[in-house]
């Protein structure tokens, strides 16, 4: 058990602490990406430089024994996070220059591998300055307080962004799309805007005609000209074929960079393109022997939009006007396409009457009509994100000066040594820090609960999506986007918080030991509310909505065990350190059942792939069968009473 010569409530400390662990890593994972697509950065560009900054986090136990060997985690926390302050702050006055993409991207480096040092440092100091009872108490808020930081990254910092792009530059552009169910169907349409004399009076400003409404399915075939002869063609033919015309006209007009084309698609009459790969001898002994039977399925698609838009005047000579368009409101099932086409067009003296395109898809499930809004906002947009950076380097300036005071200091944080050491001393040390992990008791077993007690979420996780989205005769639910939106974005993540809360409230009060069978079996038995949907007949959203949050917080109960583990198990000398290479595991044990998780489903279906997931839940009870903890772990003695 811990003491601190300086005794702080772990109120004081414990949710700034975990809020500003949050914040970088959705600063470098997610707020990069929508910077860069905002700046007008290509999505292969984006998707290849960004995807590599999660690389610090992956890597992070390598190092995690220097943090645990020199000076104080207490010291290694404020130093992270002053040098965090500095980097953000040079994150936003480099946005406004020529090279602001190099230059930003290797300073979100800087911003990846501080921030991973100070989760390690952090983490190892939350285990030092607590005692075990407070460990226990404290790990839902934790979490709480790190889910809010990612909510607050993503949500609050885009809207202000947003803010100052509408505030500072023309009028913004309101548009909408409604979807109608009962709609006849009719072709998609590019005939250019033509500018009247009433349109060129007054202000610059956008403007787009009213579209009427849309259908939302989609017909099987469509005629259209394809090398100059009238051909009927599978509506996805057509619809990709308009994807290509809209991303060409905006592209020839200037108003977006020209992209690499997608591969052609054969129209009827060319060569067939390359078959499908033979599907192999494992694969269909699976699917023969554990999937179910098929039901048949009615292939329906997704109809799509084209809407037009254009500037009123002429730009002065050399003038940008820049606008990008993002969905504001309404319902999600109404999609812009961002992905393949930029929604971020340049207008100039030179383009400035023709008419630049955006193409929408609407999902076919809608079974009544529906409204999304559009923005498109022509604000200066380096300056929106130099606001939030700076304001996000400000937090952190602050957040370092209140940390200097509210963290305490506990007696056990210190270096390994308090004398002087060399450098062969400390590499000793560092490679000793591995071996002494690999030499605790019951190791194996450890690690085997690490890599197996999340077997079942593992999988789980990466399919509830697509079988909410899913055709009901594919086996899925039929949600539409906005409904999925609802259910595991908002219901989910309200269950899975109580859950965390919960779960750490009663094992503060347990122990560990006491309820780490109720948090498996939570976390095991709550996967049957997707057996039940899968084969239900009754798949209202309210239905739904229950299931989801029942899974969601029996998994957020009986992740608190997994949490409490990591730390009991890393208990000792270098308590740091072992606890990054845990969550090395824990990772590991998250991506490998993961990545087969899609396969597996395809192959045998979604109702005996949720049969599948519970059968895995063996392992979760199996494990925990083996581990050895000590009963007073995590609850509250006489000690921490008198405290």
């Known amino acids: 058990m811990s003491k601190t010569t300086t005794k702080r409530s772990p109120w004081a400390w414990i949710p700034t602490l975990y809020f500003a662990q949050g914040l970088p890593y959705v600063a ?24 590599w900054l999660y690389l610090p986090w992956v890597i992070k136990p390598f190092w995690s024994p220097f ?55 952090a983490d190892g100091f939350y285990m030092l300055a607590l005692t075990e009872h407070e460990q226990s108490l404290y790990v839902g808020i934790r979490s709480t307080f790190y889910r809010v930081a990612t909510v607050a990254g993503q949500g609050l910092l885009v809207i202000v962004a947003g803010l100052i792009e509408t505030n500072s530059g023309l009028t913004p552009l309101q548009m909408s799309v409604d979807a109608d169910p009962a709609a006849e169907w009719r072709p998609a349409a590019m005939d250019a805007i033509y500018s009247t004399p009433a349109d060129l009076q007054g202000e610059m400003q956008f403007f787009s005609p009213a579209a009427p409404a849309v259908a939302t399915e989609a017909p099987a075939e469509v005629s259209m000209r394809l090398a100059g002869r009238d051909t009927v063609v599978p509506f996805k033919t057509y619809a990709a074929a308009m994807r290509d015309s809209v991303r060409l006209s905006n592209e020839r007009n200037g108003f977006t960079a020209p992209t690499a ?26 699917r023969r022997t554990f999937g179910e039977e ?21 730009p002065a000579p050399g003038e940008q006007v820049v606008l990008n368009v993002t969905h504001k409101s309404g319902d999600r099932s ?39 809004g559009f923005e498109g906002a022509s604000g200066n947009i380096p300056l929106a994100w130099l606001v939030v950076f700076a304001t996000l380097s400000a937090f952190f300036f602050i957040v370092a000066v209140y940390h200097s005071w509210a963290l305490p200091r506990p007696a056990s944080d210190g270096s390994a040594s308090g004398t002087a050491r060399t450098a062969g001393d400390i590499f000793r040390e560092f490679f000793d820090t591995f071996r002494s992990f690999f030499r605790k008791k019951q190791v194996w077993v450890a690690v085997a609960f690490m890599l197996l007690y999340r077997l079942p979420e593992a999988q789980l996780v990466k399919l509830i999506n697509p079988f909410l989205l899913d055709p009901i005769d594919k086996g899925g639910l039929g949600l539409t986007t906005g409904e999925v ?48 949907l899968s084969y239900a007949s009754d798949h209202s959203l309210p239905v739904v909505n229950i299931c989801v949050f029942i899974e969601q917080f029996g998994y957020g109960f009986g992740f608190t065990a997994y949490m409490l583990y990591l730390i009991y198990f890393s208990e000792g ?71």
């Open 334 to 372: 109404i999609h812009l396409e961002q992905d393949a086409l930029p929604t971020r067009f340049t207008f100039t003296e030179a383009n400035w009457d023709r008419t630049a395109w955006l193409y929408y898809e609407i999902d076919h499930k809608l079974a009544a009509p529906a409204t999304a």
């Open 294 to 314: 098929p039901r048949a399925y009615t292939a329906r698609d997704n109809n799509i939009a084209i809407v037009g838009l254009r500037l009123t005047s002429r």
């Open 485 to 532: 939106g609802i259910v595991y974005g908002t219901v989910g993540i309200i269950g899975l918080t109580l859950g965390g809360i919960i779960g750490g409230i009663v094992a503060a009060r347990g122990g560990l030991r006491k309820w780490l069978w109720p948090m498996a079996w939570s976390m095991s038995l709550t996967c049957l509310t997707f057996v039940y």
């Open 67 to 121: 943090v645990d060997i020199i000076r104080t985690k207490r010291w290694w926390t404020l130093t992270m996070q002053w040098i965090i302050a500095f980097a953000l702050a040079g994150i936003a006055f480099t946005i406004p220059t020529p090279f602001f993409f190099q230059l930003t991207l290797a300073i979100f480096w800087l911003v990846g591998f501080t921030s991973a040092t100070h989760d390690i440092a």
């Open 28 to 51: 470098v994972m997610t707020i990069s990406v929508i910077m860069y697509k905002r700046l007008g950065i290509s999505n292969t560009d984006i998707a290849l430089y960004t995807g």
């Open 573 to 643: 000398r270098h308590k740091t350190a072992h606890y990054a290479i845990c969550t090395g595991f824990m990772a590991l044990g998250m991506m490998l059942p993961g990545m087969a998780a899609g396969w597996l489903q395809e192959t045998i279906g979604y109702r005996h792939f949720f049969i599948w997931t519970m059968i895995c839940c063996a392992a979760t009870i199996g494990v925990c069968a083996f581990l050895k903890i000590d009963p007073s772990f995590g609850r509250k003695t006489k000690a921490d009473e008198t405290e």
């Open 261 to 286: 084309a997608p591969a052609a698609v054969a129209a009827p009459g060319d060569a067939p393109a390359a078959a499908a790969p033979a599907e192999g001898a494992f694969t269909a002994w699976v």
